[in-house]
Every structure is written in structure tokens, then in C-alpha cells.
């Protein structure tokens, strides 16, 4: 459900993670390739910025850290000026790195990336040159690190495994890893490297291969998302694992447990920019989760929304916290409903408020939908960033046009306004006006018609006391529910809704009752002042 996992990730807390694997810095020459170079027939870069980002296992630690996590790094840089770099982004970012080694048998994992501009369009990786030696660590540094990991195992909540194949995360020292990690009853989440032989990830809780490295792990093919069942079962089977996420770009994921349950989890559509960092961020996402105390299901939802933010993002970047509930929330509906209970507008409200969005409130019975309608609402939803409509119910309805209305039950009329793009939330409300939700969403912004005057407006006051403005919006004349209801019963059209979209007696409880949120009387239902 769209708000357990938003409330999963509320509830994250401050874990500590250990992250161990290959440290790369990546460096991005950024440029305007304007023309064909005279030299030979490639582009010329003119280039104009240099911009360094951590790449592999100290790329997770940042992602980490961006989402609230206390981080410490195992694994190895050069003796060089690249390490020097890296050494100061970890140190600004308050990340540990103790046990991140001096190797002096090699340089610094460097990933040196050329991107062109042309023409003010996105811009494009031109080439990569990687600086890199992918031996094994030396047995010395192996054993050093090793003797030095017990401390950092009893400090952490969760182990991650980064593993680039540059060396760090040798069969022997994995055996390490996940054995401590065992002894302290921390779980082991790896990344793994693409290969046929998966042996040295044996005994770890669960990894995140990606379709590839699934494939040439089990020698099985993926030609649908289906088919990552199979291979995420042959994965638990022979590796021992308590589950396995399989990710499948953009078909989502696949999530298989040991005891047999087994789904894909779907993602939205994204506009792909750059795949860089994707999978370090699912990584990220799931260990933090697990940390913090989800499941494996919940832990592969908030990674798949994760994972998609990345790649709508040039090169490796960060996420926070914010950025991934408000994509939930906007894209992530379980049901696709947008009735929300008072209780859950209230919520919704502080927490987009809390991540600097507007918020917008208006209101109405909104009983047959008309043009006039449709302008409030499209005015009302330029005003913020998210819509709520206040919607009365039959009974207020009733009180306020007479034993004649609505035409339409409360849910018919609720269900026309949530196909409405411009509306994000309609709460329904059983009081004569809406004070009431008014003051418990305390939105930004308060809406109503120009039609009546500021002093006029229920509610204006205490959006103004609690610092949200009043805005009046341009009527459309000429429309009005009363008048197209007089109209029909002149023609002798029935006013009551044919049994077939009649909704159904609910009895409310707690927030579908006095507690639900509603919307005001509007005079002829046109676009009126708040009551």
C-alpha cells in the first residue's frame, strides 16, 4: 500500500550500515562538442568543467548518507592524487573510512567520463577511459583487513557488498565478511559482480543482480519478466539465500523467498537519462530498508522507486528521503483512488508541506459537473502544487439544497471529481461547511470563487492566522447545478440517478464520519464562496 511504505520510509531512522567493495572515483570532463575534429573523424570536445563523483561501494556509502544512514567503508584506494580526492568527499560527508586501506600496488579505481553538449540538447557520454587494476589485494592487506573487521561487524545494523571486480572482494575475505556478520546475526546484502560463478557470494541473505548477471549466474535466459522467477529460485537454491531481488530495468523487479513466494514487481514508465548508479542505489535503498526493519517485499518496493529516480538523473546521484515518498505518493496509488479520510489528508497534507510543497484547498458539492466546475478546479490547482476538494456529503447536501439533492450519491460525485487530473485529493465531509478540515489541514492556499467577498469565505481567516493566503479565481458565468436541474424538470427529466450509479449506503466510521473531510455548500453549486 502506497502509504506503508510511505510511513516505512518515515520510519527509517538513523541505521548504521557497513559497506565493503571496490571504491572508484568517477570523473566527469563536461564540454560543447561543436564540430568533427581536423585531426580525424571524432567529435571535439571544448571542454569548460571537471566534476569528480564517488563511484562503486563509496558511491553506496553516499547514497547512504544523502538518505540518513550512518555509513562506514571497508575496501582499498591508491597512493595517488585520486585517492586523495576521494579521502576528502568521504571526510565532507561524514562517512567513515577507517578501514579504507592504502593499496600501493595500484592506482585509485578511476572512471573518466567525456560529456557533450550540442545544440542545447540533453547532454551525452562521449567516451570512457577507466584507470584501473582488477588483481586481487594483496594477502597482507587481505589479512589486515580481516583482523580489523570484528569492531566494525559488532557497530553496524547490516552488511552491503559492492562488488566492481577491482579486487577487494576476494573469495577469502567475502568468507570473512559474511561469517563476522553471522556471529553478530547482522544480515549480508550483496551486489554482485557479472559472472558464471556466484560461489563467493555463498552465504549471504539475499543479492540484487540485475537481468545480466542473473543470466550468467544461472545460465538460464530472461526473454520476459516471468521468466526471473526461475532464475531467482535456481539463485536461493544454490547460493542459500533468503531471497534474491532480480532487477529487470523496466520491468521492475523480481522478488523471490526461500519459502517459495515469488512476484514481479512492476515499475512506472521513466524517462531514462542514464542508467550510472542504479543498481548501487537499489543496493542503498534495500539495505537501508532491511536495516531499519522491513521485509524483503517492502525493502524491493522502495528500491524499484528508487532505482527508477536514478536513472532519471545524470551520472551517479543522490536521493533523499523527501524525493522518494513524494514519488509514491504521486505515482505510487495501491487502488489509483484518490478519496482519502480525513485522517489520511491530514497526513498527506503535513507531509507534502514538510517537503516544500504548496498545498491547495477548495470546495463544493460539485453534484453534476459543469464548466463552471471544471474552471475553479483548473484555477484553483495553478495556485500549489497538490489539490484537495472538499466534497459535502448526501446528508449535507441535503440540508443545504433540499430533500431533492444530490443528484448524484457522494461516491459517484467523488469518483468524476478523481478523474480530474488536476484534483490529487478529495475528502468527503458531513458538516454544513468545512471549517472544520479546513482548520485540521491548515493548507497554504484557500481558493474560492471571485464571486464573493474575502470576508465572506469560511475558513480565510485561519488560513491567514496560520500563514496560508486566500486567492478568489475568475468565475465562469452562466453555469450553475441549480439552474440545469431546473432545466431538466422542465423537460421532464427525472432528478434522481438511475439505480445503476447509485452508490450503495455506507455506514462511516472514525474518518468517514464527523471526522471526515468535507468541502462547503456552494451557492447553486457554481463557484461560490467557502462556507
Not at 109 to 137: F, S, W
Not at 441 to 456: F, I, M, R, W
Amino acid at each position: 500500500m502506497m502509504h506503508d511504505l510511505i510511513a516505512r520510509v518515515e520510519r527509517l531512522g538513523r541505521p548504521r550500515v557497513l559497506v565493503v567493495g571496490d571504491l572508484i572515483l568517477d570523473r566527469y570532463i563536461w564540454g560543447y562538442a561543436e564540430r568533427i575534429s581536423q585531426e580525424a573523424p571524432v567529435p571535439l570536445l571544448r571542454a569548460d568543467q571537471r566534476e569528480h563523483r564517488l563511484g562503486g561501494a563509496a558511491s553506496v556509502a553516499m547514497m547512504l548518507r544523502a538518505l540518513g544512514a550512518e555509513v562506514r567503508l571497508v575496501g582499498g584506494v591508491g597512493a595517488d592524487a585520486e585517492a586523495q580526492i576521494v579521502r576528502k568527499m568521504l571526510e565532507e560527508q561524514g562517512i567513515d573510512d577507517r578501514l579504507v586501506v592504502a593499496l600501493e600496488d595500484r592506482p585509485t579505481t578511476l572512471k573518466e567520463r567525456y560529456i557533450g553538449r550540442a545544440q542545447d540538447r540533453h547532454p551525452q557520454q562521449m567516451i570512457r577511459v577507466d584507470y584501473e587494476t582488477r588483481d586481487p589485494i594483496p594477502a597482507l592487506v587481505e589479512t589486515r583487513l580481516t583482523s580489523e573487521l570484528e569492531a566494525s561487524i559488532a557497530w553496524a545494523d547490516v552488511v552491503l557488498i559492492s562488488d566492481y571486480d577491482k579486487g577487494v572482494c576476494t573469495p577469502t575475505f567475502l568468507r570473512a565478511v559474511v561469517e563476522a556478520a553471522k556471529g553478530h546475526g547482522l544480515r549480508v546484502i550483496a551486489d554482485p559482480v557479472r559472472s558464471n560463478d556466484y560461489s563467493r557470494y555463498r552465504g549471504v541473505h539475499c543479492m540484487t543482480p540485475n537481468r545480466l548477471e542473473a543470466q550468467l549466474a544461472t545460465g538460464l535466459t530472461i526473454a520476459a519478466a516471468n521468466d526471473a522467477l526461475a532464475v531467482g529460485e535456481r539463485l536461493v537454491e544454490t547460493l542459500g539465500l533468503e531471497a534474491v531481488l532480480v532487477t529487470l530495468d523496466r520491468d521492475g523487479m523480481a522478488v523471490v523467498h526461500a519459502d517459495g513466494r515469488a512476484a514481479i514487481r512492476p515499475t512506472r514508465p521513466r524517462q531514462v537519462y542514464d542508467i550510472t548508479g542504479a543498481g548501487d542505489m537499489v543496493l542503498a535503498v534495500v539495505g537501508l530498508c532491511l536495516a531499519a526493519g522491513a521485509d524483503y517485499d517492502e525493502a524491493a518496493a522502495l528500491g524499484n522507486v528508487a532505482g527508477g529516480l536514478e536513472v532519471e538523473k545524470f551520472g551517479v546521484a543522490f536521493l533523499s528521503r523527501e524525493e522518494i515518498i513524494a514519488d509514491i505518493a504521486d505515482h505510487h496509488r495501491s487502488d489509483g483512488s484518490k478519496l482519502f479520510s480525513r485522517e489520511r489528508a491530514v497526513q498527506e497534507t503535513a507531509r507534502l508541506k514538510a517537503a516544500g510543497r504548496k498545498v491547495v484547498f477548495t470546495n463544493g458539492c460539485f453534484d453534476l459537473l459543469h464548466p463552471g466546475h471544471v474552471s475553479l478546479l483548473r484555477e484553483a490547482a495553478r495556485h500549489g502544487d497538490y489539490l484537495i476538494v472538499g466534497l459535502n456529503a448526501d446528508s449535507s447536501v441535503k440540508r443545504l439544497k433540499g430533500p431533492n439533492r444530490p443528484i448524484n450519491p457522494e461516491l459517484a460525485r467523488a469518483e468524476v471529481l478523481s478523474a480530474l487530473e488536476v484534483v490529487d485529493a478529495v475528502v468527503i465531509f458531513e458538516e454544513d461547511t468545512p471549517l472544520d478540515l479546513i482548520v485540521a489541514l491548515s493548507p497554504d492556499v484557500l481558493v474560492k470563487g471571485a464571486d464573493y467577498k474575502p470576508e465572506q469565505v469560511v475558513g480565510a481567516r485561519e488560513v491567514e492566522a496560520a500563514g496560508g493566503q486566500l486567492v478568489l479565481v475568475p468565475v465562469l458565468a452562466g453555469h450553475s447545478t441549480t439552474e440545469m436541474v431546473a432545466r431538466a424538470s422542465d423537460r421532464g427529466v427525472t432528478h434522481h440517478a438511475p439505480e445503476s450509479i447509485r452508490a450503495p449506503h455506507v455506514a462511516r466510521t472514525g474518518a468517514q464520519a464527523g471526522n471526515a473531510p468535507g468541502m462547503s455548500a456552494q451557492r447553486g453549486d457554481a463557484p461560490g464562496p467557502l462556507r
